[in-house]
């Protein structure tokens, strides 16, 4: 069964628009209120920002709850400390990949969360993120999970393990890999659980069988969609048999009341979400240093408890990232991308690249 369709269902890159502490004082008595959003720029390259400086996120399409409290709390203790200035906050989320392609082709964000590092390696090889943003606190990640699937409740097909998707007449819901990082997290976590020997059926260190899974896997998608979050609101629209999704997204649903069951496979790849500064627009825009202060407020225990109370993500730290938590039970033999080469040797070669895994195994579904 070749994939039928690319639904699209929700959004891709939808625009919020928050408005954070909007009022500005007055101080000097001079105006009549209102408060400029633009910075001005003097002779010799510098600029001053506004009053109400506007700041623009671009986001991976799942935490933008979690975004929507940190930015809040963040404009919140910015102003108290710099005399009363006040952020006005443009938030767009959406597939990782089409993100960072909008970036590259001209959306001006001063921030981009990404789902994974090749995103962000575009934006960087683009010329628009001038530091070594793989040196920064953490390596960038401000979140961490795992791949999971979402089934039915009490789990009638059975799905346990990435073999389980291959059975014959299974619908299963993916994002689509040109357009979602997700989507690119779900096929390294089946292609790695099939390397390191723990998919019943394919053998340990052999590519051709990983390829193989990721072919029996793919007969049976029904639906690419343009982002995870996507995908997941298309299964609890009554579509599919079980969605590969992020754990923390299926946990956030669950406990707002969906009816889905969490399966965690015994192997699976660990999830590291980065979070950057787009150097040249902030600059240009004269919010860099609001830019940086915000990436820097992502990695401290305020923002990681917003991340795990709302998001219900894990920890960042690799040592306890596998540990089960409040939300999502432990992980067997969770493996992170560096334990497969890398996402270099991932893009370029061995499941991405032009005779990898995934290539090989989606031109042969597509006949």
Known sequence: MSIRSRKLFGFTSIVLAIFVMAACSNDDGGGDGASSTSASASGDGTCTPSDSPVVTLAAYSNPYVAYGKITTNFATEWKDAHDGQSIIWQLSFGGSTTQATNIVNGFKADIYASSTGPDVQMVQDAGLITHDWQS???????????????????????????????????????????????????????????????????????????????????????????????????????????????????????????????????????????????????????VKEIADAFVEYLHTPDAQDVFYSSAYTRPVDPAKTADATDYLPAVKDLFTTDDLGGWDVLVDDTVFGPDGAFTKAFQAVQG
């Open 136 to 286: 920064d606190p953490d390596g960038s990640v401000v979140q961490a999970g795992s791949v999971s699937f979402a089934v039915r409740p009490g789990n009638p097909k059975g799905i346990e393990n990435w073999d389980d998707l291959t059975q014959p007449g299974l619908q299963i819901l993916t994002p689509d890999p040109a357009q979602s990082g997700g989507a690119r997290w779900n096929i390294v976590a089946a292609y790695g659980a099939a390397m390191r020997g723990e998919v019943p059926g394919y053998e340990a260190n052999n590519p051709a069988d990983a390829q193989r899974l990721l072919e029996g896997i793919f007969k049976n998608v029904t639906v690419l969609d343009k982002s995870a979050n996507d995908s997941l609101k298309n299964f609890e629209a009554g579509n599919g048999d079980v969605a590969i999704t992020y754990d923390y997204q299926l946990a956030t649903s669950i406990a707002a009341g969906i009816e889905e069951d969490l399966v965690i496979p015994p192997s699976t790849v660990a999830i590291r979400t980065p979070a950057v500064v787009v150097d040249t627009v902030a600059e240009e825009h004269c």
